[in-house]
């Protein structure tokens, strides 16, 4: 637990469909190997036994361009 005022790291785990790679890395190359990417992020909790869902509704949402210049080298 963490108390009033204190500060400490939490692990969380990351959800990826690999179902998926195949497909995005075709639109990455397609696309000039620039891809946008969208995170979405909201708690799920635990408090007495109980699952708490916070945020999903309304969730924290980060987006960033990923470029790379892989077949530059080919």
């Known amino acids: 637990s963490i108390a009033p005022g204190e500060v400490d790291d939490i692990p969380f785990d990351i959800v990826i469909d690999n ?3 195949p497909i995005a890395w075709y639109n990455h190359v397609k696309n000039h ?3 946008k990417v969208t995170v979405e992020v909201w708690l799920e909790v635990n408090v007495g036994g109980k699952t708490v869902e916070l945020f ?15 077949f530059k080298y080919v």
Not at 56 to 70: H, V
């Open 19 to 21: 179902s998926k790679i």
């Open 33 to 35: 190997e620039e891809t």
């Open 56 to 70: 999903k509704n309304n969730p924290l949402t980060i987006e960033t361009t990923i470029k790379t210049s892989l």
